[in-house]
C-alpha cells in the first residue's frame, strides 16, 4: 500500500508570494495516478490537478503541477487572496482500483 | 451538469449501521466509477471505497469488513452501509465521480453530509 507523505503540515505565506508544496510517495507511482485538490472550509474539495500536470477544468494558470516517481509538487505562482485552504495530494493505484490521499497542507496568511 | 446529493441519518448510535444514499442527477451513473470520501472532524480525507454500475466494487482495506456499496440503476442512486459503528466514524461524508479522463481523480463533489455517531 503506498503511502502519501505531505509535508510540512502547515505552511505561511503573504499573498503575491510563490507557494511550493510537496507529496512524496513510499514508493514509485505512475506519475499520471497523481492528482491535488483543494479544500476550503465549508465546502467540498476542488480538484486542481490530475496526472501530475494537467490542471482540471476552470484553474487558474497560477496552479501548476510536477513530479514523477515519488516526488510531486503543486506551485501556486503568486497566492491569492483565496488561495489559503487545505490542499490534498491523491494517487490512484489501478489493481485493484484503490484511492489514497495525503494528510494535506494547509496554506494560511502569514 | 452533473450534481450529487448525499441523504442519511445525521445521528447514528454506536454499534448500529450507518446508510448513507447518493442521488445524481444531471447524468447518468451507468458512466463512471461513484466513491464515498469521508473527513473526521480536523482530521483529512479518506477515501471509503467505490462502486462501478455493474456491481463491481473495492473497498480501503482499513474499513473493509464494515463497508457495503450499492447502486440502484433505476434510480441512478448509489449507497453506503457501515456497520458497527463508533465514535471514530463521526465524519462529513463525500460522495464523489471518479473522472477517468481526469485519469482517475474524483472531478466532481456533493456537498457532504455530517453523520455524528453518538448515544
Known amino acids: 500500500e503506498i503511502v502519501l507523505t505531505q509535508s510540512p503540515g502547515t505552511l505561511s505565506f503573504s499573498p503575491g508570494e510563490r507557494a511550493t508544496l510537496s507529496c512524496r510517495a513510499s514508493?514509485?507511482?505512475?506519475?499520471?495516478?497523481l492528482a491535488w485538490y483543494q479544500h476550503k472550509p465549508g465546502q467540498p474539495p476542488r480538484l486542481l490537478i490530475y496526472?501530475?500536470?494537467s490542471r482540471a477544468t476552470g484553474i487558474p494558470d497560477r496552479f501548476s503541477g510536477s513530479g514523477s516517481g515519488t516526488d510531486f509538487t503543486l506551485t501556486i505562482s503568486r497566492l491569492e487572496p483565496e488561495d489559503f485552504a487545505v490542499y490534498y495530494c491523491q494517487h490512484y493505484d489501478t489493481s485493484p482500483p484503490t484511492w489514497t490521499f495525503g494528510q494535506g497542507t494547509k496554506v494560511e496568511i502569514k | 451538469q452533473v450534481q450529487l446529493q448525499e441523504s442519511g441519518p445525521a445521528l447514528v448510535k454506536p454499534s448500529e449501521t450507518m446508510s448513507l444514499t447518493c442521488s445524481v442527477s444531471?447524468?447518468?451513473?451507468?458512466?463512471?466509477?461513484w466513491s464515498w470520501v469521508r473527513q473526521p472532524p480536523g482530521k483529512g480525507l479518506e477515501w471509503i471505497g467505490y462502486?462501478?454500475?455493474?456491481?463491481?466494487?473495492n473497498y480501503n482495506p482499513s474499513l473493509k469488513s464494515r463497508v457495503t456499496m450499492s447502486v440502484d440503476t433505476s434510480k441512478n442512486q448509489f449507497s453506503l452501509k457501515l456497520t458497527s459503528v463508533t465514535a471514530a466514524d463521526t465524519a462529513l461524508y463525500y460522495c464523489?465521480?471518479?473522472?477517468?479522463?481526469?485519469?482517475?481523480?474524483?472531478?466532481?463533489w456533493g456537498r457532504g453530509t455530517m453523520v455524528t455517531v453518538s448515544s
Open positions: 514508493q514509485s507511482v505512475g506519475s499520471n495516478y
Open positions: 444531471g447524468g447518468s451513473i451507468t458512466t463512471y466509477f
Open positions: 496526472g501530475a500536470s
Open positions: 462502486i462501478y454500475y455493474r456491481g463491481s466494487t
Open positions: 464523489v465521480r471518479d473522472n477517468i479522463s481526469y485519469v482517475h481523480s474524483f472531478d466532481i
